[in-house]
């Protein structure tokens, strides 16, 4: 590889460095307890999916880069200088992990190894190896936040579409604000109108005081591992929200987004935002608890099961919010098992529904979850999260399993009196 | 002394605790100074309290009960043989000041007794584990994850629980023997007795110093460093 090319990896990885990732790279065992903790190398027993290996990749670089023991005894360690066959093993590896964390939960260090592939991403993307699919809808998402002047206009009539549908739906007026200055919630959903509807309709029925933002929580930037562009992309409904002066950013069902927004935002921006984050199925738990809404607790008669997307459970504590929705509206709920901080992955995380060129081992890695559904003996699942929705619809097609999935909104708008 | 008594046993032994403290403190400073990441990398569900937090952080370093879950066999591998170490890390301690309270209790007899069972045991259960990892990482499904590093500690701590074992069921002198040569090396003279020089044992004790004294120097710059920075990533998974 060129000097160039290796001197701008080295200075990305130094400047991505910090105290964690040092220490992952310092102390990792290779013991490969986490081996039978990724449902990837389960699925396929390929090693460049054992998530020590993901890390031993970088750690190659580092060794030779960051430590003097590396320089003076690469063999020892297997410090490598990169090279193409380094960088192809790189990309699947650290592409392919869909950054579920399950392998951190089992670490007896616990070592983050979804932090490193993301370190990984940076390393690729400045030897431009970064995945050209997850950079395009990245690049596409801050030239629509760049160009709202011609947006603006398209934006605002396709939720006036949303409110007409969803008016003949329900036979009422229904309204879904937009640009409300002092709402109490800005509502960050997703591109579609499955992410809006239900929130409009449980908002509407609770008398929030709430206003719908022109941007998507989805956030590519992200996925591609760079997080200067995934800040942009987030920028563009934190600062709505601060120029609205709303009180909470309210996350829909989006996984990553709720992550970005309230784990990472803050700290890329080197700021407290004036309001708080919180996901929809936290603001729909308290409704119900408060009575600001009354469900029917037969609404969901259907045996119906319930999956926990890694981004908001293990990497987000949300766990019980969603269970007590489901409780108060679905008598026969059904948990898989296992569930909540050792709930198998989907394995649609991380951006890899939007890259075809994993899709065998995407799917492969589904087996797990599978299992899990068919266990629960339920045709309805609950899933609060649309890259996961997407996996486990396609994982519905191939296994044939017949499921409906839906988001917990869908069922709870289902069940309101 | 001879030179190689006098390399192992003797100036070795300086060198490798100099190197070792040196080392570890360097380590732990390179640590603290890089800076912390500024995102929250915490695993859910974690305590809500700082109390809670602390208690979970030394339960998941010293007994990380869900690497057992899913890991049985190298996690019992695992912890029996930091146990065994740091028995027979307890017991080394014997040659520097004998453990008086246990003596009064046991009798001289009874102490020796009971040092050569604990001792054994401690020496077997390690020699078990690492020839356990040795297999697992050279004939295990990933033996391709594994560097040369992590062969050169294996065989470092084989040499070391070998020759030490041997010490200890067939070296056939007792701990009075080793007590003097400790007193040398903490007057900063280091010698051997007369019992020593004269017996063939001194080999085996040459070659475990000179593994212990490798090992030692080798620790700060290896995995091994997890014996410290297991608690500091550890306390980021239950991290505010």
């Not at chain 1, 579920?100 to 431009?128: E, H, M, N």
Request: aromatic share 12%; glycine share 8%.
């Amino acid at each position: 590889m060129e000097k160039q090319t290796i001197d701008s990896m080295v200075g990305v990885l130094d400047a991505r460095m910090n105290r964690q990732l040092k220490q992952y790279m310092d102390i990792c065992a290779r013991c490969a307890i986490c081996k039978d903790a990724c449902h990837q190398y389960v699925a396929t027993q390929d090693m460049k999916y054992l998530p020590a290996r993901r890390a031993e990749l970088l750690r190659q670089i580092y060794r030779r880069y960051f430590t003097k023991a590396g320089q003076f005894l690469p063999a020892l360690y297997e410090a490598r200088e990169p090279d193409e066959n380094l960088m192809d093993e790189l990309y699947e590896s650290t592409y392919a992990c869909t950054g579920c964390r399950r392998c951190t939960y089992y670490c007896p260090f616990s070592i983050d190894t979804g932090w490193i592939t993301s370190v990984s991403k940076g390393v690729l993307i400045a030897a431009g190896r970064g995945n050209e699919m997850l950079g395009q809808l990245a690049d596409a998402a801050l030239f629509k936040a760049d160009n709202m002047d011609v947006f603006d206009e398209i934006i605002v009539n396709g939720f006036k579409d949303v409110v007409r549908e969803l008016e003949e739906e329900l036979g009422r007026p229904v309204a879904i604000p937009v640009d409300k200055q002092g709402a109490d919630i800005l509502y960050v959903a997703l591109a579609g109108s499955h992410s809006i509807k239900p929130a409009a309709v449980i908002f509407d029925a609770a008398g929030a005081s709430w206003t719908l933002s022109k941007f998507e929580a989805a956030n590519y930037g992200f996925f591609f591992g760079d997080p200067a562009k995934a800040k942009l992309i987030a920028d563009r409904f934190m600062n709505e929200a601060k120029r609205l002066g709303v009180k909470e950013v309210v996350i829909t069902e989006c996984g990553h987004a709720y992550r970005v927004a309230e784990m990472f935002y803050e700290a890329w921006a080197k700021e407290k935002m004036p309001f708080k984050v919180r996901h929809i199925l936290e603001v729909i738990d308290e409704y119900i608890k408060d009575g600001r809404i009354t469900v029917d607790p037969k609404g969901i008669a259907e045996k119906v099961t319930y999956h926990d997307p890694c981004q908001i459970g293990r990497n987000g504590g949300i766990y019980e919010q969603p269970r007590d929705i489901m409780h108060a509206i679905a008598p026969d709920f059904v948990d898989m098992t296992p569930n909540r901080e050792t709930q198998w992955c989907c394995g649609g995380g991380g951006g890899i529904v939007a890259m075809e060129e994993f899709n065998d081992v995407r799917l492969k890695s589904g087996g797990k979850k599978v299992e899990q559904i068919k266990a629960t003996g339920a045709k309805l699942l609950a899933c609060p999260c649309e890259n996961c929705r997407l996996q486990i619809e396609e994982l519905s097609k191939v296994h044939d399993l017949g499921l409906r999935i839906v988001p917990v909104m869908e069922l709870v708008a289902e069940a309101l009196r | 002394m001879d030179w190689f008594s006098y390399l192992t046993s003797g100036i070795g032994v300086y060198v490798a605790l100099v190197v070792f403290t040196g080392g570890m403190a360097w380590r732990a400073w390179q640590w603290s100074r890089t800076p912390k990441s500024p995102v929250r990398l915490a695993l859910y569900p974690k305590p809500k309290t700082g109390p809670g937090r602390f208690g979970k952080l030394l339960v998941d370093t010293f007994a990380a009960p869900q690497s057992f879950k899913i890991a049985p066999a190298i996690m019992v591998a695992a912890l029996l043989f930091h146990l065994a170490a740091l028995a027979a890390f307890v017991g080394h301690l014997r040659l520097v000041h004998e453990f008086t309270p246990l003596v009064a209790v046991l009798g001289v007899d009874g102490m020796n007794t009971f040092a050569a069972w604990s001792g054994g045991a401690a020496g077997i259960i390690m020699l078990v584990a690492v020839l356990y990892w040795l297999g697992r990482r050279t004939f295990g499904a990933y033996k391709n994850l594994s560097v040369p590093e992590d062969y050169l500690l294996l065989a470092l701590l084989l040499g070391i629980v070998l020759m030490g074992d041997h010490l200890r069921f067939v070296g056939g002198l007792h701990a009075a023997t080793y007590q003097a040569w400790f007193a040398s090396l903490m007057a900063f003279r280091p010698a051997f007795p007369a019992e020593l020089t004269s017996s063939v044992t001194r080999y085996a004790l040459d070659w475990h110093m000179l593994f212990v004294d490798a090992f030692l120097i080798y620790f700060p710059f290896s995995k091994l460093t997890h014996a410290i920075g297991a608690f500091a990533t550890n306390a980021v998974r239950t991290g505010e």
